[in-house]
């Protein structure tokens, strides 16, 4: 078995008896699956643009969310302007989460990842009781998935779920009913066609992520993360094609 520790993660939990009916009324997947495993989804402006992802896990008599530490101080005062009188607490826990791949550890709450199989598993502990860690590539993983993460790919008040794959990682449930921002996310799903989003990408070069991809000279989308000669690029897919540049590297993409 091997291991990963997450330093870069900050893990909330939600009490209360409202505790699950209040998270169903805002996140874009559906709660009521809770009981059976974790739940992955985000939370959306009312304009249907991302401002966090998390992991929602059930533990007892209450729900832990794991989320990027970068995120957590943002979404825990979202989630608080939005309790009204539900009775609901939330706060920050002393847990962490670390991340690893074949047989999950007993002694810890640990679950499967809900995005991808190759992702393994997540387990909360105390500081002092993680599982033994050890290097893991999650970013090959990442590019090899097409699986977005913040900050490199997913940034709040601009990013779009479903642009983002979020229906291929199990991270939105179109039948669940209302939650902030899901008239936007219905609208994109039955009345447009996505013409920008996530893809897997060859590239042959030298190429930074956050460099500009071209096709005949034209803007077709950036570079995210990059693992060898495989990266995660966001594209306009009219645009896209076999033959693209960033920099001084080809790109090339087997999409359309």
């Known amino acids: 078995m ?90 920050k826990t002393g847990l962490t989460v670390t991340r690893g791949l074949g047989g999950r550890p007993a002694g810890a709450v640990a679950v499967a990842d809900p995005r991808h199989p190759a992702l393994g598993w997540r387990a909360y502990t105390a500081p002092e009781a993680a599982p033994e860690a050890a290097p893991q590539d999650w970013d090959a993983i990442r590019v090899t998935h097409c699986i977005p993460e913040y900050p490199q790919e997913l940034q709040p008040g601009e990013s779009f779920i479903l642009e983002a794959g979020f229906e291929r990682l199990h991270g939105v449930d179109h039948r669940k009913g209302c939650y902030v921002g899901q008239e936007v996310t219905a609208r994109m799903k039955h009345k447009t066609e996505l013409r920008k989003g996530f893809a897997t990408v060859t590239v042959e070069g030298e190429a930074e992520p956050g460099t500009e991809i071209t096709a005949d000279g034209k803007p077709v989308g950036r570079l995210c993360t990059r693992s060898r000669g495989q990266a995660i690029a966001y594209l306009r897919f009219d645009r896209a094609g076999p033959d693209m540049r960033a920099g001084g590297a080809r790109v090339g993409w087997q999409g359309g």
Do not use: H
């Open 2 to 91: 091997t291991a990963t520790g997450d330093s870069g993660r900050s893990i909330l939990e939600i009490t209360g008896d409202d505790r699950v009916a209040f998270l169903q009324g805002l996140v874009t997947n559906d709660l009521s699956r809770l009981a059976e495993g974790p739940v992955y989804a985000a939370l959306l402006t009312p304009q249907g643009k991302y401002l966090a992802d998390f992991f929602l896990v059930a533990d007892g008599d209450r729900v832990l969310l794991d989320t990027a530490a970068g995120l957590a101080p943002d979404l825990l005062r979202r989630l608080g302007l939005y309790r009204l009188r539900a009775d609901v607490a939330i706060a």
